[in-house]
């Protein structure tokens, strides 16, 4: 049976990024998916890094903090899947137009002054954005390290290592499945929410130089082509809705909000890319040990789980089993961040922020469900 120090199951964004700094810390490192590298959310991705544009707030702190690590680390390391355009962020609204106005006024971000066209609503211009090629990045990060095109359907853990499929072993695994429901494991506790998004690539002969954020993401044209993306659509679900997609309301949809912003002529839809994003509930993303709820329910008291604040390190975790998720909007800019970090906490046991802990959850769900 093939054994491996670290299983990752999930080739999107955060399933590779973790998959490559482990394998470049010299662990033997196995990366699974079931319908191929980047196939769910990661490869219909636009994939813009840009800021959040917020007032305040530790979402904000994080992804602006994730922005300098990912521009860097992207940039550094594969110079050849990233392209640097200054972003043009518009707002859709009254209220977003406060927003804007204020990160103005506060930022210490670079804001530029000679966007190429002035906006009716308020804006934000920066250099501080690229574009990433979603799937080639993706490819990149795990260059030499073991993928196999299969659906995770069952882990057990027997003497002291993962087996999944009943045919491959690993020490350690980590679960990347972003909002894919799957069989294989449950997490009762985290209550990931999906969120569909369509991307089209176009050709057309109008020009643009630049990201451009509004109704829609708007990609600089590069030899005419240029992308057009939302995830906008709670409703439809790949593995719950009962209709397929309809590909051509999705185009028609993206294509009259991209013109709301951009005259675009002479259209021809090229590509199609759909997937789901995975958010959590306190829009934070989950990052570290999985909890174990049967043992935490058996051995935590009332107390521990009742208290206002509980101690999320009573939590009990299972062993050697961790997870990355809920990036949201923000999967390609989290990702440096976020993987690091996963991956000093599984190499080194350098600890997770508690705002990342899966044990968050675990407590919320516990106080409401515990019956004793
Ligand atoms: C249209 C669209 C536009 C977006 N634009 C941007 C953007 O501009 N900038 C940005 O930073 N982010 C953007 N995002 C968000 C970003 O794509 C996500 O945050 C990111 O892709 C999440 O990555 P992930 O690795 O967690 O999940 P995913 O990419 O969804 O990866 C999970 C993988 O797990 C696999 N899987 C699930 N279950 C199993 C199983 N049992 N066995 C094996 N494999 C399994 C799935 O096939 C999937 O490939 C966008 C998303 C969408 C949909």
Known sequence: MPTYDI?????????CTTAYHLHKAGKKVAIFDSKGIASGGSGAAGAFLSPKFAKGGELKELINSSLDIALDFYTTNFPEHINHHNLLHIAKEENDAKILHY???????????NPPFIPENEYVYTSKSALVDAQSMCKALIEGIEFYTQEID??????????????????????????????????????????????????TSTKNDISIHQFVSISAATNRML????????????????EPYNL???????LEKASRT??????????????????????????????????SLKLLNKKDIYQKKPDLSKAIAFENLYMIN????????????????????ILEEESIPSSLN???????????????
């Open 7 to 15: 299983a990752v199951i999930g080739a999107g964004i955060n399933g």
């Open 227 to 242: 992308s057009i993306g939302a995830t906008h659509n709670v409703h439809y679900h790949p593995q719950r809705s009962k």
């Open 358 to 372: 899966p044990a968050r959850f675990f407590f919320r769900w516990a106080k409401g469900e515990r019956k004793d």
């Open 103 to 113: 990160f103005k006024e506060h930022t210490d971000i670079e804001l530029l002054d």
């Open 248 to 254: 051509e309301e999705g185009r028609e949809e993206l």
């Open 326 to 345: 809920g990036s949201a909007g923000y999967g390609y800019v989290l990702a440096p961040y976020l993987a690091q970090t996963l991956a000093k906490n």
């Open 154 to 203: 069952s882990l057990e853990f027997q003497d002291g290592v993962w087996i999944l499929n009943e045919s491959f072993r690993a020490k350690k695994v980590v679960i990347a499945t972003g909002a894919y429901e799957h069989q294989f494991f449950t997490q009762p506790y985290q209550m990931l929410r999906g969120i569909w998004g369509h991307r089209i690539d176009i050709k």
């Open 262 to 295: 951009l005259e675009l002529q002479d259209v021809e839809v090229i590509k199609d890319y759909v997937g789901l994003r995975s958010g959590s509930f306190d829009y934070l993303p989950i990052v570290g040990e999985v909890v174990d709820i049967e043992q």
